[in-house]
Each structure stands twice: as structure tokens, then as C-alpha cells.
């Protein structure tokens, strides 16, 4: 069973920023397809970035320019450097781990196997 956790979330002005971090188990970040989702209130879930084995990148349309995906396979962490935040980003924004062989950014939520528990991001106006 692999965990995964997030952190870095909170309460920022429009316009700030904030660094979501998602640690897993074992070397789960480092190895595998990595994603952030964020669901706000009495709204789907929604794809917001993922990163593929081999660092392949990709981003919803809705942060590109603002949200950045990275990781630090030394650390076994993975980021989500959010700048520019909109009050339309605030969600509890979720990490998710595909631990399959093949290196895919993967954007949908049903290819992600482990997810963590979610960490709270509210945007003020």
C-alpha cells in the first residue's frame, strides 16, 4: 500500500502564492506518474497537472502560465508552485501516483491508482 501526502496548503490573497508538496512511500515520487487535481465545493473533480516518469509535463489550460509541476527525486517530493492565484482556484487539491512501467502524463483521474487526502488552497478576493 502506497500513501500519499500532501501539504502547503492555506489561506492566500488573490494574486499570491503558495507550494503544494505530496510526499509518498518508499520512492513513489521519484519513479512514478505523478498528478495534482483539485475538486472545489459542489464542483467534479478536475484535472490541474501531471508529470510522467520521464518528466513530461502538462497542464489544465485554466493554470497554464500561473502553476508549475516539478519534482525532486533526491527528496521524494513532488511540488505544485502556484503563482497568480485566482479566488476560482480555491479547491482541496489532491496528489495521485500511477506506479505503471510506462511513462505517460497521465490526465485523467481513473489512471491514478494512490491518491492522497487532499490539502485545502482558499483564495480571498
Known amino acids: 500500500q502506497v500513501q500519499v501526502v500532501e501539504s502547503g496548503g492555506g489561506l492566500v490573497q488573490a494574486g499570491g502564492s503558495l507550494r503544494l508538496s505530496c510526499a509518498a512511500s518508499?520512492?513513489?515520487?521519484?519513479?512514478?506518474?505523478m498528478g495534482w487535481f483539485r475538486q472545489a465545493p459542489e464542483k467534479e473533480r478536475e484535472f490541474v497537472a501531471a508529470?510522467?516518469?520521464?518528466?513530461?509535463?502538462t497542464m489544465a489550460d485554466s493554470v497554464k502560465g500561473r502553476f508549475t509541476i516539478s519534482r525532486d527525486k533526491a527528496k521524494n517530493l513532488l511540488y505544485l508552485q502556484m503563482n497568480n492565484l485566482k479566488p476560482e482556484d480555491t479547491a482541496v487539491y489532491y496528489c495521485?501516483?500511477?506506479?505503471?512501467?510506462?511513462?505517460?502524463?497521465?490526465?485523467?483521474?481513473?489512471?491514478?491508482?494512490?491518491w492522497g487526502q487532499g490539502t485545502q488552497v482558499t483564495v480571498s478576493s
Open positions: 518508499g520512492s513513489t515520487v521519484s519513479r512514478s506518474n
Open positions: 508529470l510522467s516518469r520521464n518528466d513530461d509535463s
Open positions: 495521485a501516483a500511477d506506479l505503471s512501467l510506462q511513462s505517460r502524463v497521465r490526465v485523467r483521474g481513473i489512471d491514478y491508482l494512490y
